[in-house]
């Protein structure tokens, strides 16, 4: 019985010893520890600035001032025809212009840009506000790439509840009496028009195919001159028109299938600025979250 209290009571004097000799070690473990928080707390701070800095275009708005004493906040507000244009996460709706006291717009650091290449209703450079805008008022069926749907008219649940992620849309369409398929490319986070393509499906058939490619040839050579070069390969032929050195234009001709492209290099170039700043945002947020496991 003695041996056994005795073991207890070297039990707790031990566990009192090793508290003992413990606590320094985790003195300084736990001021590493915050150490680690207020580092880890600074690169957070740091990643956000960043963040901020290279994608103005998604943390700016345009604020409205009604005469009645409102006010309201859109990503983007301008006139037409008469009316004001307010546009929210892809929607739009119309102010009269009579209600309006003031419109304020807020500085964007990303430049206006005018557009190097224009196909109907459609201008590089526009953002995903004014192409949404577009789309409706024209009721334009354009759908987020991806979704299959049969709408033949413009539906939101397809295009603008995906402003903010989306980086390419399309719709189906019939052009010189033949059906197509017009595809819309964005920039990756300000979301701008940078390449437009339109495929002509079923080329296969004789008949479709009759006389097409001297027609659009022709019609392209007409306003942008002769193709540049015209380039045959095994299973495919195309030609390319650069008209200035801020556009070129393909006609790629593949057995079943006509693909005409429009490049903006201006807002290529700026796509791939982008990604670069968003894979090093990227990289920085995973480092942060998991260089302590190493």
């Not at 056994?4 to 009571?9: A, T």
């Not at 915050?34 to 994608?55: A, C, H, Q, R």
């Amino acid at each position: 019985m003695r041996q056994e209290v005795e073991f207890e009571s070297g039990g707790w004097f031990g566990a009192y010893a090793l508290i003992i000799l413990i606590q320094p070690f985790s003195y300084r473990l736990a001021k590493q520890h915050i150490l680690n928080m207020k580092f880890t707390f600074k690169i957070i701070l740091y990643i956000l600035f960043i963040t901020s800095i290279l994608v103005p275009g998604l943390s700016f708005s345009d604020v409205v001032f009604l005469k009645n004493g409102r006010q309201l906040t859109a990503n983007k507000i301008w006139q037409q025809n008469g009316k004001v244009v307010c546009s929210i996460d892809g929607s739009t709706f119309f102010l009269d212009s009579e209600d309006v006291l003031k419109i304020k717009h807020t500085k964007n650091k990303t430049k206006k840009h005018n557009g190097n290449f224009s196909f109907d209703i459609w201008k590089s450079g526009m953002d995903i506000e004014e192409i949404l805008f577009t789309a409706k008022r024209h009721d334009i069926p354009l759908h987020r790439n991806g979704l299959i749907s049969a709408n033949k008219k413009f539906n939101p649940n397809v295009s603008s509840k995906y402003a903010k992620t989306a980086t390419r849309y399309y719709y189906k369409t019939k052009l010189l009496g033949r059906h197509a398929t017009v595809n819309l490319y964005l920039t990756d986070l300000n979301k701008r028009l940078k390449m437009l393509s339109i495929t002509w499906h079923n080329m296969k058939n004789k008949e479709n195919s009759a006389g097409f490619e001297e027609e659009i040839t022709e019609m392209l050579s007409a306003k942008y001159g002769k193709p540049k070069s015209n380039i045959p390969k095994i299973f495919e032929r195309t030609k390319k028109w650069v008209p200035s050195p801020k556009m070129i234009i393909e006609l790629k001709m593949f057995p079943s299938s006509y693909v005409l492209t429009y490049w903006d290099i201006a807002m290529v170039q700026l796509d791939k600025k982008e990604k670069r700043q968003k894979n090093k945002i990227r990289k920085q947020q995973y480092q942060l979250i998991d260089t302590s496991k190493f």
